[in-house]
């Protein structure tokens, strides 16, 4: 409706008055009659990187408790909370994401690490699968499998009601991390859960499984560099399309802070402590000193960022805008 005079468009004005001046019962009620949508939030991020799309997916997040007993398993208590309340975090619970990553070439579809599968499901874990059809893709459509190291939250989702969860993949994985965890001497003592694991979950798919060490390329574009010591065979991966370049690093840094500020702080989940400090400087000297950005499998989501060069350390700094231009 047209408002064609002053008597008319007073006339709405007092209208509208009245409906702001309503009781604020009457508001509340026909805001209640709205459905509520069920929207779940897909929790997956998607940049390109040249001719390649990049879709962090987060498989999960858990809540955990004294931190530093798992960051800085050699300091003292006192120097791991002080840190974590200079960076505004609390000093007894943190938050570990888990971020498998995709990365569509244009001619393969390739899974970085898997999460943790079916059997973290009932903690809210395990997400996947669902989060790769929320993307708009299929576990049916990835035709590469990457697994970055053999630790539970990495291949917990190879498989799914006893099938393989990928159908169509083929699977790439290093040759001294396969080596060390199917050694028969791993079946007892403190390896013994990890390599029961390992059995049930990448042994069944050795046959379609390429083997690789350092330097050796996945498909052009992609290449994998031994980062050991969170595992034996740990590795990380670069990309570059188009001059553009991104490293995966896996597991290299487990915390956005503890494990960057403080790089040769002993980490409870790396296996030898010494070679994996010595990794975390390597690998994150590297991509701070030709500013490449990366995605860390347990950085806060959605796990992409930059690294700088800070004291005897290095600091992590959050992607905003960077990767969508």
Do not use: C
Not at 260 to 268: A, C, K, M
Request: cysteine-free; aromatic content about 8%; charged content about 20%.
């Amino acid at each position: 409706m047209v408002v064609t005079d002053r008597r008319s468009a007073f006339k709405f004005g007092l209208v509208g008055a009245a409906a702001l001046a309503a009781p604020q019962i009457m508001v509340r009620t026909v805001h209640a009659q709205a459905p509520v949508p069920e929207i779940g939030n897909p929790r997956f991020n998607r940049f390109n990187l040249g001719s390649f799309e990049v879709t962090a997916i987060n498989d999960g997040a858990r809540v955990m408790d004294d931190p530093h007993t798992i960051f800085g398993e050699d300091q003292e208590q006192a120097a791991v909370a002080e840190l974590l309340e200079e960076n505004f975090l609390p000093s007894d619970r943190l938050v570990n994401s888990f971020t498998p990553t995709l990365v569509n070439t244009g001619s393969e579809l390739i899974l970085f690490d898997t999460g943790l599968g079916a059997g973290a499901r009932e903690g809210g874990l395990g997400q996947l699968r669902s989060r790769i059809e929320a993307s708009g893709y299929s576990p049916d459509d990835v035709s590469i499998v990457v697994l970055t190291h053999f630790h539970g939250d990495h291949i917990g989702g190879l498989m799914e009601d006893g099938a393989p969860a990928f159908a169509n993949a083929r699977y790439v994985a290093g040759q001294a991390e396969y080596d060390f965890w199917t050694a028969e001497e791993r079946m007892s003592g403190p390896t013994e859960g990890n390599a029961q694991a390992v059995q049930a979950t990448v042994v069944p798919l050795a046959e379609n499984m390429t083997f690789i060490g350092d330097g050796d390329e996945v498909v052009p574009g992609v290449s994998g560099m031994l980062a050991a010591g969170h595992t034996p065979g740990h590795m990380v991966f670069h990309l570059e399309s188009e001059g553009r370049r991104l490293m995966l690093t896996a597991d290299t840094a487990n915390h956005y802070v503890a494990s960057l500020q403080r790089p040769d702080w002993h980490v409870r989940f790396d296996m030898d402590k010494e070679a994996g400090a010595q990794s975390r400087r390597r690998v994150f000297d590297m991509i701070a000193s030709e500013r490449i950005p990366f995605i860390g499998y347990h950085m806060p989501f959605p796990a992409a960022g930059f690294i700088e060069k800070v004291d005897d350390g290095f600091r992590f700094v959050p992607v905003s805008y960077q990767l969508m231009l």
